[in-house]
């Protein structure tokens, strides 16, 4: 399998090598060359879900020796508590509202991420760089608001998260493209995301590369690699969506998808070891939002999939970059997915002119992954508007606390003593409340204006 360099990505390539990529200096005389990136986004998995964070069901020793090995997060955040609006955040560096995506994208060509907007692979193609998606897309319709027009040179990719097997949508519609035009093959999903990514990683070895394994899973329909197909073309499969098996096997179905995951993940590293590509490669691993709890674990975090409390959007996270983030190393920095477009881009040796780009939202954390220094202090913002059940919420997050706005009802909480929610102190310290509250109105002022 060969992926063919355009004419574009050789004329970035010529760019990057007469203008030079820079290296990172952190003191005199250290420097690191740019690093390849490998960002592992895994669906709808929860806080809970892998061996690493304590699950004593889930078999995922690749991703727990890349843990183990590198970084965990503890207080790593979705930008939101559904798919979209995350994903929109993750590419832009920004809160997902400067996009207009507040919600999860549904079977539409009208919604998507404007196409005006800079992402991360249009950020690195300034350094050289080329870029691949393979999976789950969810940022507007594939051919309309697609990959390779935000900036990836290459992609296989869905809209939604089809049928594993057949790949048809929950409108009854085949959803597997290649480079935005529909392209349709046998293969379980997940098989087919690894196949591409580590050919895309054999083929472009000697370029520096941005890959992004979005994957599918665990998302439903549940359906493991040996689970039967399900959709077939030409029918509604909305009452249906969870997939063919009985809701007692969906648990079984959630594990054994988390599981082949975690074998993707192994050969995703091996490919990187066999082309001597592992110890200039940064992998990053995180979740789009919290699980379901009815299948998944956001243990020991109150909410789920759609809430703002904890267990909505608070996920894991693992970063591994041999030789240069330490083993064993825990993060205790309150960081949010926003957080790794500055971060990349850094790494990338890049600069940013806000003058000739929108300015990133979120931080940097290069220094925090390299030197273990702290972030500087900030509030962090969620706003969730979810028209399919007609509900607004919202929540600000300074230092140990936490206001939540969610169903008429307002929370607040201090983290740092209650970190499962439990304790509502709204009643009891009114001028902190206060202080959030403006803290929001701030944020809300900035983003959406007056």
Request: hydrophobic share 35%; aromatic share 12%.
């Amino acid at each position: 399998m060969h992926w063919r360099m355009s004419s574009a990505i050789v004329h970035r390539l010529l760019i990057a090598l007469l203008v030079g990529i820079n290296a990172i200096t952190w003191a005199p005389g250290q420097e690191l060359d740019p690093p390849n990136f490998v960002l592992i986004v895994i669906d709808d998995i929860g806080y809970g879900d892998l061996g690493i964070y304590g699950n004593k069901t889930h078999n995922t020793p690749n991703i727990d020796q890349l843990g183990t090995e590198g970084m965990i997060f503890t207080d790593f955040h979705s930008n939101g508590a559904v798919c979209s609006p995350t994903r929109a955040a993750l590419m832009t560096g920004q809160y997902q509202q400067r996009t207009n995506v507040e919600h999860a994208i549904g079977f539409t060509m009208d919604e998507g991420m404007p196409l005006h907007k800079r992402t991360i692979p249009e950020y690195l193609s300034d350094a050289g760089y080329i870029s691949a998606v393979f999976g789950k897309w969810h940022l507007g319709h594939v051919s309309l608001f697609g990959p390779n027009d935000q900036g990836f040179d290459v992609s296989y990719t869905s809209n939604n998260t089809p049928d594993y097997h057949t790949h048809i949508s929950r409108i009854g519609e085949t959803d597997w493209y290649k480079d935005q035009q529909l392209k349709d093959e046998p293969g379980y999903l997940t098989h087919l995301v690894t196949k591409y990514s580590t050919a895309f990683i054999k083929e472009t070895r000697g370029q520096p590369f941005f890959l992004f394994i979005s994957h599918l899973a665990a998302h439903f329909p549940f359906q493991g690699p040996d689970d039967p197909a399900h959709r077939t073309e030409g029918k509604i499969w909305h009452q249906s969506k969870y997939g063919p098996l009985p809701e007692s096997e969906y648990k079984r179905a959630y594990k054994d998808m988390i599981e082949a995951v975690d074998e993707s993940v192994g050969e995703v590293v091996q490919a990187l070891e066999e082309t001597g590509l592992r110890d200039n490669t940064l992998i990053f691993i995180t979740s789009d939002n919290g699980a379901y709890s009815w299948v998944g674990s956001n243990e020991p975090y109150r909410g789920e999939k759609g809430s703002l409390f904890e267990g909505g959007h608070r996920v894991p996270a693992i970063a591994n970059w041999p030789g240069h983030i330490p083993a064993g190393m825990v993060c205790h920095e309150t960081t949010m997915t926003m957080d790794l477009a500055p971060t990349f881009v850094a790494l990338a040796g890049l600069s940013v002119d806000p003058a000739n780009s929108d300015p990133f939202d979120g931080a940097d954390l290069s220094h925090v992954l390299l030197k273990e220094e702290p972030l500087k202090e900030r509030p962090l913002i969620w706003h969730f508007k979810n028209p399919y059940v007609n509900s607004f919420a919202y929540a600000v997050r300074d230092k140990d606390w936490k206001l939540l706005m969610e169903g008429d009802t307002k929370y607040l909480f201090n983290l740092r003593m209650d970190s499962m929610e439990q304790s509502n102190l709204i009643t009891q310290y009114p001028e902190r409340a206060k202080e959030m509250e403006r803290l929001y109105e701030g944020w809300e002022s900035s983003v959406f204006g007056d």
